[in-house]
């Protein structure tokens, strides 16, 4: 592209607000109710990161794989790409972040027992992802329908991610964290090329992600 | 180059356009006025209509109606030219559906564009837009932003000679690659060049315009309302009241009339979601159009807002 320095980001969004919403509207109504059964299994990945069973199992890895796949599969390749094309470049990052979480399982897990204030803030993260984004649509005075659920909808199923990322103490944490990161940073830029004002959520949790890991990484273990 | 009321009206008189002298209505009421495109004298509706972002809707079933319903009240209106590209995400299917449920208007002027970088993707690319919207074949071709025009010049211009397209245009946004722009217009037998033009984008008068009227092109203005920005912009301020002069009833209308009145320019292309605007902007090229004189008083009235 020549003359790149004379676009703005508003020349690269191919839709317009009500367009972008309404896609979740219909995305939703796809899959109703398939929306219980996400938003159990994103509980169930709470209770396992605050009480992890006595032996470790990949049972957290193995359900951010199914939501990674299906949410890449459903939403992004067979419902966004339809009004971005960019977006059938992006979503076979989801089907790579899915393949990263299934090594991580076969490979026995994530050790999720740090408990360090970056743990909390994870925590906070997943309670965002899994409990609070389903309920910011009357905030931002848009219907119900447009809700955004864990595994159903990107942006949640990416935080509650980096939620339970920031409570493993593995090495491959950071590795995982980017594929996630990237997403938020890409809707969140999206949302502020539309002026909306839910904009800031995304990128105030992928830019607090990333000021953790980068502290944990200047911090020596203890 | 200034506009002057002389060369105004000598290029008027160049393009064939049927534009009005001051205090002379354009036309007869209520007829949408038309201009000639030069190199074939076929004659096209002023206004047109845009797709991009506002036909973008996906699959959703409701906004792809309510995209039909446009392009019924932009035919019914007297409308014709409709534009679009594969930039513009699933804006081609949504043409095709609209001009499916429409029964295909005779009347459409199906203006696209080819956008990609690869020479041998060119054909393939053209032929999957044409199967988008259903169409025999496309009346007009453009290369999109001038992407890997010389090798997509060459196919358009062969489509043409095989009458598998009827013209063959180059496109331009935002004031984009202008020394390219016009090298490209004085080098090739172009029918159609597109390029952004309003009240506040003047740019093109300067070279560009002059020289399509010279040249014998054809002239499509892209973004006249710079995206929606300028009439939202404009929208909190009162129309003057010598507008009614030259019949525009809406910041939309004086900005098109402002448009349509130089004589380079054959079709503009506002992009719209609503049935009452699509109605309003056809109408806009119904009236009498301002002279030179007008216009720069338009020009300096938003320019001092």
């Known amino acids: ?222 | 180059m200034t506009l002057t009321r002389r060369t105004f009206v000598k290029a008027a008189a160049a393009s064939g356009a049927a534009f009005a002298l001051p205090g002379v209505a354009s036309g007869q009421a209520h007829a949408p006025l038309t201009r000639t495109i030069p190199s074939s004298g076929e004659a096209i509706p002023a206004v047109g209509l845009g797709t991009w972002i506002t036909f973008n809707v996906g699959d959703d079933p409701v906004l792809r109606d309510e995209c039909a319903d446009v392009m019924a009240a932009f035919f019914e209106a007297g409308g014709s030219t409709i534009d679009s590209s594969p930039m513009y995400g699933s804006s081609q299917p949504v043409i095709g559906y609209g001009l499916e449920r429409l029964g295909r208007p005779d009347t459409l002027f199906s203006a696209e564009k080819v956008w990609t970088s690869s020479a041998a993707d060119g054909p393939t690319q053209i032929e999957q837009s044409r199967r988008f919207w259903g169409a025999e074949r496309f009346d007009l071709v453009q290369v999109h932003n001038l992407v890997g025009w010389e090798a997509h010049l060459d196919t358009l211009f062969a489509m043409k000679a095989d009458e598998q397209i009827r013209y063959v245009g180059i496109t331009t946004s935002e004031g984009r690659r202008h020394d390219l722009f016009e090298r490209i217009m004085r080098d090739f037998p172009l029918d159609f060049v597109q390029l952004t033009y309003n009240v506040v984008d003047r740019e093109a008068e300067e070279r560009l315009l002059p020289l399509a009227a010279e040249r014998g092109i054809a002239v499509i203005v892209n973004r006249p309302f710079r995206q929606g920005e300028l009439t939202q912009q404009l929208e909190s301020e009162p129309l003057p009241a010598w507008a009614a002069e030259i019949g525009a009833s809406s910041w939309a209308q004086f900005i098109l009339k402002f448009i349509l009145a130089h004589p380079s320019v054959t079709v503009a292309i506002p992009a719209t979601t609503r049935v009452d605007h699509v109605r309003e902007n056809v109408a806009a090229a119904a009236g009498p159009l301002p002279d030179a004189v007008m216009r720069e008083r338009m020009a300096a009235h938003v320019r001092d807002l």
């Open chain 1, 1 to 222: 592209m020549s003359e790149w320095w004379t676009y703005r980001p508003e020349d690269f969004l191919l839709f317009s607000p009500r367009v972008y919403w309404r896609m979740f509207e219909l995305h939703n109504a796809a899959f109703w109710p398939l929306h219980f059964a996400t938003l159990a299994a994103g509980l169930a990945i709470i209770l396992l990161v605050l009480r992890p069973p006595p032996r470790r199992g990949p049972w957290v890895e193995l359900i951010l794989t199914a939501l990674w796949a299906f949410v890449g599969w459903t939403f992004l390749w067979s419902r966004y790409a339809a009004i971005n094309w960019a977006i059938v470049y992006v979503a076979p990052a989801f089907g790579v972040q899915a393949l990263l979480l299934a090594i991580a399982a076969a490979r026995g897990g994530l050790a999720l027992d740090r408990r360090d204030t970056g743990a909390w803030v994870g925590v906070v993260f997943l309670a965002i992802g899994i409990v609070a984004y389903p309920l910011l649509p009357p905030l931002f005075d848009r219907p119900w329908r447009s809700a955004e659920v864990f595994g159903i909808a990107p942006d949640p199923t990416a935080i509650a991610t980096l939620g339970v990322l920031l409570t493993a103490s593995c090495r491959l944490a950071p590795l995982l964290s980017a594929i996630p990161l990237l997403w938020l940073l890409l809707s969140g830029l999206t949302l502020r090329t539309m002026s909306d004002p839910q904009a800031w959520l995304p990128l105030l949790t992928a830019g607090t992600a990333v000021a953790v890991l980068a502290l944990r990484r200047l911090t020596p273990a203890k």
